[in-house]
C-alpha cells in the first residue's frame, strides 16, 4: 500500500519561511496530482495548493503569492515552499496524492489507487 511522508513542519517566526516536503513510499508509476491541505485547532481541513501531473498549479486565496507548490525529479515527491509566513497558516499540513498507478500494468489494466493522505506535519507559526 502506497503511503505518503511528509516532512519539514516546525516552529517559526511571523514572517519566516519553511519548506514541506512529501514523498511517496515507494516507486510511482504516475500520479494524476498532488496537494497540500491544513487543519487548524477547531477548523475543517481546507485545501492550501495543489499540482497536477502537467504542472498546473492551484491555491487557496490565502496562500496566493506566499506559497509555492512544486513536484520533484522523482515524480513521487512534492514541495511546499511557504513564505512571508503568519500565525493564522499555524495548522497540521497534509499531503495527498490522486489517482495513483504504481506500474505501467496498472495504467494499462484502469487499476488505481484513488486517493492517498499523509499522517501530516504540525507547522507553528509564532513569535
Known amino acids: 500500500q502506497v503511503q505518503l511522508v511528509e516532512s519539514g513542519g516546525g516552529l517559526v517566526q511571523p514572517g519566516g519561511s519553511l519548506r514541506l516536503a512529501c514523498a511517496a513510499s515507494e516507486r510511482i508509476f504516475s500520479i494524476n496530482a498532488m496537494g497540500w491541505y491544513r487543519q487548524a485547532p477547531g477548523k475543517q481541513r481546507e485545501l492550501v495548493a495543489t499540482?497536477?501531473?502537467?504542472?498546473?498549479?492551484n491555491y487557496a486565496d490565502s496562500v496566493e503569492g506566499r506559497f509555492t507548490i512544486s513536484i520533484g525529479n522523482a515524480k513521487n515527491t512534492v514541495y511546499l515552499q511557504m513564505n512571508g509566513l503568519k500565525p493564522e497558516d499555524t495548522a497540521v499540513y497534509y499531503c495527498n496524492a490522486q489517482r495513483i498507478a504504481t506500474t505501467f500494468a496498472d495504467v494499462v489494466k484502469d487499476r488505481y489507487i484513488a486517493e492517498v493522505w499523509g499522517q501530516g506535519t504540525l507547522v507553528t507559526v509564532s513569535s
Open positions: 499540482i497536477t501531473s502537467r504542472g498546473a498549479t
